[in-house]
T-cell receptor
Framework: SAVISQKPSRDICQRGTSLTIQCQVD?????MFWYRQQPGQSLTLIAT?????????ESGFVIDKFPISRPNLTFSTLTVSNMSPEDSSIYLC????????FGPGTRLTVL | AQKVTQAQTEISVVEKEDVTLDCVYETRDTTYYLFWYKQPPSGELVFLIRRNSFDEQNEISGRYSWNFQKSTSSFNFTITASQVVDSAVYFCALSGLFNFGNEKLTFGTGTRLTIIP
């Protein structure tokens, strides 16, 4: 299984600001996924990030709000833009095709 | 569209009791994959098992066992002789065939399991 790290592990941000979350994998992977887990809720896929192409966003998520970069096969970033309290969630990246493994998550609180 | 239903929101059992977590899924795919994940209080998601739709054999791993029944679209998870360390939220998930674009996971709403010492 891949070892996945995320930075920051948690943050408290002010309304209207942006936060960039980093996801680093210890091996090269084709696909990376970004999920959101709102408080007490299940996980929802935000987008799929392939290296060398634009991310594919799920219904309800847009690039202007959640821009994603995937500069190489071991790294990706997710930015949460113009944040509001509704963006307070855990954001998780995952990798893998047949068995998806998840990073430790980034706990975001927006005041 | 894919859907996963975990009807049990919360379950509490006394330590050493057996407990079964239910998972019912819906999909139009003929080939699909089912998963169980554990999310302890620390928040990290821990992979437990993946099952292919064409393999209905039950699986046992230590105190954990899984019962996959295509006829009822269910993939239930049983913990035998539960322990306090089993306390966590458990998610069932579903994905389509692994050709690019279908790997995304659809999660159920989770079951919060509390083991009472």
């Amino acid at each position: 299984s891949a070892v996945i790290s995320q930075k920051p592990s948690r943050d408290i941000c002010q309304r209207g600001t942006s936060l960039t979350i980093q996801c680093q994998v210890d091996s090269q992977v084709t696909m990376m996924f970004w999920y959101r887990q709102q408080p007490g809720q299940s996980l929802t896929l935000i987008a799929t990030a392939n290296q060398g192409s634009e991310a594919t966003y799920e219904s309800g998520f847009v690039i202007d709000k959640f821009p994603i970069s995937r500069p190489n096969l071991t790294f990706s970033t997710l930015t949460v833009s113009n944040m509001s309290p509704e963006d307070s969630s855990i954001y998780l990246c995952s990798v893998g095709r047949y068995e998806q493994f998840f990073g430790p998550g980034t706990r975001l609180t927006v005041l | 569209a894919q859907k996963v239903t975990q009807a049990q929101t919360e379950i509490s059992v006394v330590e050493k009791e057996d407990v079964t977590l239910d998972c019912v899924y819906e999909t139009r795919d003929t080939t699909y994959y089912l998963f169980w994940y554990k999310q302890p209080p620390s928040g990290e998601l821990v992979f437990l098992i993946r099952r292919n739709s064409f393999d209905e054999q039950n699986e046992i791993s230590g105190r954990y066992s899984w019962n996959f029944q295509k006829s009822t679209s269910s993939f239930n998870f049983t913990i035998t002789a539960s322990q306090v360390v089993d306390s966590a939220v458990y998610f069932c998930a579903l994905s389509g065939l692994f050709n690019f674009g279908n790997e995304k996971l659809t999660f159920g709403t989770g079951t919060r399991l509390t083991i009472i010492p």
